[in-house]
């Protein structure tokens, strides 16, 4: 671990990867913070899946940063996460610990193991449309122009990427304030877990079960009922969304409402694992775990960190 100085633990939904990034952080005298992107949300608890009893191990808590850090219905950004987590990750090597990051929301890892230029920009729409009209070459060679001293030429392959960092570039131009948290090397040890898909698919199936008996719908309809509309529930995705339609009468049956939001998260586990392929093919390096039940996955995680 000597090249590192943290670690991360991905995947896609349902496959345990809270469980073995907390025991990681217990392991190696860690801290977790949370790259889910509803676990942010406070009351967002069943459907978002936070689990917070196993944020323990043998009955020492481990302790962690970004969930339960904002209200609804306020929107939290890529930008937001990204500046959150650096505060957070700061903190934690500021006393002697070794930050883990655990979730599944490729963007926000992306942000941080890629290390997205993220900045709050002024709208200025006629200029993003010009930008998106001009050819990807012409915009790489008058970034490059700009920013002869680029470092991750990788970049100028990324149209998105590059428009942004034109964007910036105009915004200062303008006297706008770009500035941001001040931004820690990250040099992240990635660990990867999934499991083949009937046992995933198996995973996702008992756990929507659980949540449904365990009280989701009423969740949704207690968050309703304190003042977030059916649009701003619908946003969240998943669960919240189709709970949302249930409670509409969108959805006739509460077989309905387990069969629609079965097939979205497998979906939307399928979306996770092809981001997480995207990243690998623009040269992040992942050390996939074997598919195993969930200890000894946990020991292949400490085997890897201790070699």
Same mark, same amino acid.
């Given at each position: ?11 896609? #939904?349902?496959?345990? !990867? ?8 217990? !392991?190696?005298?860690? +801290? ?5 992107? /509803? %676990?942010?949300? /406070? ?6 899946? !936070?689990?917070?009893?196993?944020? %323990?191990?043998?009955?020492? $808590? ?10 609804? $219905?306020?929107?939290?950004? =890529?930008?937001?996460?990204? %500046? ?34 993220? =900045? ?5 729409? +006629? ?11 012409? *915009? ?9 001293? *680029? ?6 392959? @990324? ?11 105009? &915004?200062?131009? &303008?006297?706008?304030? #770009? #500035? ?6 990250? !040099? ?5 877990? #999934?499991?083949? /898909?009937? %046992? ?18 009423? @969740? ?17 995705? *998943? @669960? ?30 399928? /979306? ?19 598919? &195993? ?15």
């Amino acid at each position: 671990m000597k090249d590192y100085n943290c670690v991360v633990i991905l995947g896609p #939904t349902a496959v345990g !990867k809270t469980s073995i990034g907390v025991s990681v952080a217990h !392991k190696f005298n860690g +801290e977790v913070i949370s790259a889910d992107s /509803r %676990q942010t949300y /406070r009351h967002l608890d069943i459907g978002s899946g !936070k689990d917070l009893d196993e944020y %323990q191990v043998d009955g020492v $808590p481990v302790p962690y940063h970004l969930i339960d850090i904002i209200d609804l $219905p306020a929107e939290y950004t =890529v930008y937001n996460y990204q %500046q959150d987590f650096y505060k957070a990750f700061k903190d934690i090597q500021s006393r002697g610990k070794l930050p883990v990051v655990i979730g599944g929301t490729g963007m926000y890892l992306d942000a941080i193991i890629r290390d997205y230029q993220l =900045v709050n920009l002024p709208e200025n729409p +006629e200029l993003h449309k010009k930008l998106e009209e001009t050819p990807l070459e012409e *915009l790489a060679a008058r970034l490059l122009e700009l920013q002869p001293d *680029l470092h991750v030429k990788a970049d100028l392959q @990324e149209k998105d990427r590059v428009i942004k960092a034109l964007e910036i570039i105009e &915004a200062k131009k &303008a006297g706008y304030d #770009t #500035t941001s948290v001040d931004r820690p090397e990250i !040099k992240p040890f990635i660990i990867g877990t #999934t499991l083949p /898909r009937p %046992q995933l698919w198996e995973n996702i199936s008992i756990r929507l079960k659980e949540r449904l008996d365990n009280g989701m719908l009423d @969740e949704v309809q207690s968050i309703h009922d304190s003042g977030i509309s059916w649009e701003r529930l619908e946003k969240l995705g *998943l @669960e919240y969304r189709y709970c949302s339609f249930f409670l509409q009468n969108k959805i006739t049956s509460k077989e309905d409402l387990y069969n629609q939001l079965f097939i979205a998260i497998r979906q939307f586990a399928k /979306r996770q694992e092809t981001w997480f392929r995207m990243m690998e093919k623009k040269g992040v390096k992942i050390t996939w775990l074997d598919p &195993a039940p969930k200890e000894e996955r946990i020991n292949q995680a400490y085997n890897l960190l201790l070699r």
